[in-house]
């Protein structure tokens, strides 16, 4: 392992005229910087269909729950789609609950563009779909990321006269708060109240959200008070979320005057309130104003819970009063709560900086007895003691542990190093895994894999190629598995020409791509902004039926690449 640790990388960190080179099946495409087009590149196609005079409905073909039809479902969903599209094509007028029922159950096989389709032939054929399946598709297109094409929906069902209700303009605000468009959001914002429709509470809470992540907390202040002037009625979570602005930017005393005034503004702060406060002060070790607080939490929507608890607990725990914080976790055993790892966990951690290692196993020994399993925090917090020098002793508690779980002493190995590397815990994890190997674990390709993440997330590139020449020194030859995660972790640090060299090494070993492999190349391409090109590999890969249909919808609606015929 201290090969690895001390190696170099293989490969050369090419120049920025040299960064992209094909490789592959790749080779015959020019590769260049495209700029990405910030606009929504497509409108949802207009449908013109001229209706019988009959007014003729149809059912569609049975594709739940058919009889005497052995075609797996996915097939059925999309027979039953292309009928319906045929029938409507011919002037046919469909069952409304089957249309409707076909909508969901395209969302659930991810057909987000056919189920975009279903919507707009439902309207065109003169079909007015309920509120609760036009929301649930906007909502459902916003969470997968969507945001565009939600818009484009909500954009095409106005223009059919059919009105969009607040439920669905909250999860294009949400949906564009998340991505760190409050500008748009703003602009949506005005748009509703211009159509009459009245924002809820929610709806300020993401923007306000979004406002001090983006802004800070004073611009977030200055939303709410026009929020207010055009006659918003923002209620406690509102203020809640600046609440949590102005201590997340520790300014704590501005939190606690503005905590205070919350009752002049006609709000009583509950437990979530005096939560935020309370961990601020707390883990800035400001006790006797803490205590304070605590002594309000007397009853009713402001009782301590959990929550509460582990702030003390944590916070105590980081300012090195263990004693005090193990007792916290006694008189909240005697109160109605059930401790969790994540209550232990803090403690574990600073007793392992202490070197503590009789009080470790004395702690952990009280959490399984109170039947709290060790999870990825249990093992990150054991850790800490590596980096005090004590290797062996970690390793030493992890195999006690381990001998406690009712998995192999394999799997709960393999579990320790992925939960290490997952929280950038990697240099801990390389030092365990020896400790390991020492009493004879032997890493399979998964624990390759996790170390190959964790090496990336850390950005040591280099270290994480070496992985590979590890592999062959001890017999393992890497496999496609070991391949997407070295691809996946160049393309998370935005380096794309990397992982194309890594795919033609992975070719040249003559392993096979799996579509994980496609995908992680594509996505790669498309988040730095090399939407063209992203698009011409897709359609390459599409062309040699290499990715399945609900793949590339997916890419092509998430990353709003060029039109794919699907």
């Given at each position: 392992?201290?090969i690895?640790i001390n190696?170099?990388?293989p490969?050369t960190?090419?120049s920025a005229e040299?960064?992209?080179?094909g490789?592959?099946?790749?080779?015959?495409?020019?590769v260049?910087t495209?700029?990405?087009n910030?606009?929504?590149s497509?409108?949802?196609?207009?449908t013109?269909?001229?209706?019988?005079?009959?007014?003729?409905?149809?059912t569609?073909?049975n594709?739940?729950?058919?009889?005497?039809?052995?075609r797996?479902?996915?097939?059925?969903?999309i027979?039953?789609?292309?009928h319906?599209?045929s029938?409507?094509?011919?002037?046919?007028?469909?069952d409304?609950?089957q249309?409707?029922?076909?909508?969901?159950?395209?969302?659930?096989?991810?057909?987000m563009?056919?189920a975009v389709?279903?919507?707009?032939?439902?309207?065109a054929?003169?079909?007015?779909?309920?509120?609760?399946s036009?929301?649930?598709l906007?909502?459902?297109?916003?969470?997968?990321?969507?945001?565009?094409?939600a818009m484009?929906l909500v954009?095409?069902?106005?223009?059919?006269?059919y009105p969009?209700?607040?439920?669905?303009?909250?999860?294009?605000v949400?949906?564009?708060?998340?991505?760190?468009?409050l500008?748009?959001s703003l602009q949506l914002?005005?748009?509703?109240?211009?159509?009459?429709?009245?924002p809820?509470?929610?709806?300020?809470s993401?923007?306000?959200e979004?406002?001090?992540?983006e802004?800070g907390?004073?611009?977030?202040?200055?939303?709410?008070?026009e929020?207010?002037?055009k006659?918003?009625?923002?209620?406690?979570?509102?203020?809640?979320?600046?609440?949590t602005?102005?201590?997340?930017?520790?300014?704590?005393d501005?939190?606690?005057?503005?905590?205070?005034?919350?009752?002049s503004?006609g709000f009583?702060?509950?437990?979530?309130?005096?939560?935020?406060?309370?961990r601020?002060l707390?883990?800035?070790g400001?006790?006797?104003?803490a205590?304070?607080?605590l002594?309000?939490?007397?009853g009713?929507?402001r009782?301590?819970?959990?929550?509460t608890?582990?702030?003390?607990?944590s916070?105590?725990?980081l300012?090195?009063?263990t004693?005090h914080?193990?007792?916290v976790?006694?008189?909240?055993v005697?109160?109605?709560?059930?401790?969790?790892?994540?209550?232990?966990?803090?403690?574990?951690a600073?007793?392992c900086k202490?070197?503590?290692?009789?009080?470790?196993?004395?702690c952990l020994?009280?959490?399984?007895?109170?039947?709290?399993?060790p999870?990825?925090?249990?093992?990150?917090?054991?850790a800490?003691?590596c980096?005090?020098g004590m290797?062996?002793?970690a390793?030493?508690?992890?195999?006690?542990?381990?001998?406690?779980q009712?998995?192999?002493?394999?799997?709960f190995y393999r579990?320790v190093?992925?939960s290490?590397?997952?929280?950038g815990?990697?240099?801990?994890?390389?030092?365990?895994?020896?400790?390991?190997?020492k009493?004879g674990?032997?890493?399979?390709?998964?624990t390759y894999?996790?170390?190959i993440?964790?090496?990336?997330?850390e950005?040591?590139l280099?270290?994480?190629?070496?992985i590979?020449?590890?592999?062959?020194e001890n017999?393992q030859m890497?496999?496609?598995e070991?391949f997407?995660?070295?691809?996946l972790g160049?393309?998370?640090?935005?380096?794309?020409?990397?992982?194309?060299?890594?795919f033609?090494?992975?070719?040249e070993?003559?392993?096979?791509?799996?579509?994980?492999?496609?995908?992680?190349l594509?996505e790669?391409?498309?988040?730095e902004?090399?939407t063209e090109?992203?698009?011409?590999?897709l359609?390459?890969?599409?062309?040699r039926?290499?990715?399945?249909?609900?793949?590339?919808?997916?890419?092509?609606?998430?990353?709003?690449?060029?039109?794919?015929?699907?």
């Amino acid at each position: 392992m201290a090969i690895l640790i001390n190696s170099v990388s293989p490969i050369t960190n090419p120049s920025a005229e040299t960064a992209r080179k094909g490789c592959g099946f790749f080779s015959h495409i020019r590769v260049q910087t495209f700029l990405l087009n910030k606009g929504f590149s497509r409108v949802l196609a207009s449908t013109q269909i001229t209706i019988s005079p009959k007014d003729t409905v149809f059912t569609l073909p049975n594709w739940r729950n058919p009889k005497n039809d052995r075609r797996s479902r996915e097939v059925r969903i999309i027979d039953a789609f292309q009928h319906l599209e045929s029938m409507i094509g011919k002037g046919q007028k469909p069952d409304v609950g089957q249309a409707t029922q076909l909508l969901y159950d395209l969302c659930k096989a991810s057909k987000m563009r056919k189920a975009v389709r279903v919507i707009e032939m439902m309207v065109a054929s003169g079909i007015i779909p309920d509120a609760a399946s036009y929301t649930f598709l906007v909502n459902y297109l916003c969470k997968r990321g969507n945001i565009g094409y939600a818009m484009q929906l909500v954009e095409k069902m106005e223009e059919y006269g059919y009105p969009t209700n607040t439920v669905a303009y909250n999860s294009l605000v949400r949906g564009l708060c998340v991505r760190g468009n409050l500008n748009q959001s703003l602009q949506l914002l005005d748009k509703l109240i211009r159509k009459g429709l009245v924002p809820n509470v929610y709806t300020y809470s993401f923007l306000l959200e979004a406002a001090y992540k983006e802004r800070g907390v004073n611009e977030a202040m200055k939303l709410l008070k026009e929020i207010i002037a055009k006659g918003g009625k923002p209620n406690l979570v509102s203020y809640n979320v600046l609440l949590t602005g102005l201590c997340k930017e520790g300014r704590s005393d501005e939190a606690m005057k503005f905590f205070r005034s919350l009752p002049s503004m006609g709000f009583r702060p509950n437990v979530v309130s005096y939560n935020i406060v309370l961990r601020s002060l707390c883990y800035e070790g400001r006790w006797e104003e803490a205590n304070v607080l605590l002594a309000e939490m007397d009853g009713e929507d402001r009782t301590p819970s959990i929550v509460t608890y582990n702030i003390l607990i944590s916070s105590l725990a980081l300012h090195g009063r263990t004693e005090h914080a193990l007792e916290v976790l006694d008189e909240m055993v005697k109160g109605r709560f059930k401790p969790t790892a994540a209550s232990y966990n803090p403690v574990i951690a600073r007793l392992c900086k202490e070197g503590k290692v009789d009080h470790v196993v004395k702690c952990l020994d009280q959490m399984m007895f109170r039947r709290c399993n060790p999870n990825e925090g249990t093992f990150n917090a054991i850790a800490v003691l590596c980096e005090q020098g004590m290797v062996q002793e970690a390793y030493s508690i992890i195999q006690s542990l381990g001998n406690k779980q009712k998995c192999s002493t394999n799997e709960f190995y393999r579990n320790v190093i992925t939960s290490l590397c997952r929280k950038g815990n990697t240099y801990p994890a390389f030092q365990m895994l020896y400790e390991m190997t020492k009493y004879g674990f032997t890493p399979d390709s998964y624990t390759y894999s996790s170390l190959i993440r964790g090496l990336c997330l850390e950005d040591m590139l280099n270290e994480a190629m070496e992985i590979f020449k590890v592999m062959e020194e001890n017999n393992q030859m890497p496999d496609t598995e070991n391949f997407n995660a070295l691809i996946l972790g160049f393309c998370k640090c935005r380096r794309t020409d990397l992982s194309l060299q890594v795919f033609e090494m992975m070719i040249e070993k003559r392993l096979m791509p799996n579509e994980m492999t496609y995908t992680i190349l594509v996505e790669g391409l498309a988040h730095e902004n090399e939407t063209e090109l992203a698009a011409e590999v897709l359609r390459e890969l599409q062309g040699r039926r290499v990715m399945s249909p609900n793949t590339v919808e997916r890419l092509v609606m998430q990353y709003d690449l060029e039109e794919i015929p699907l």
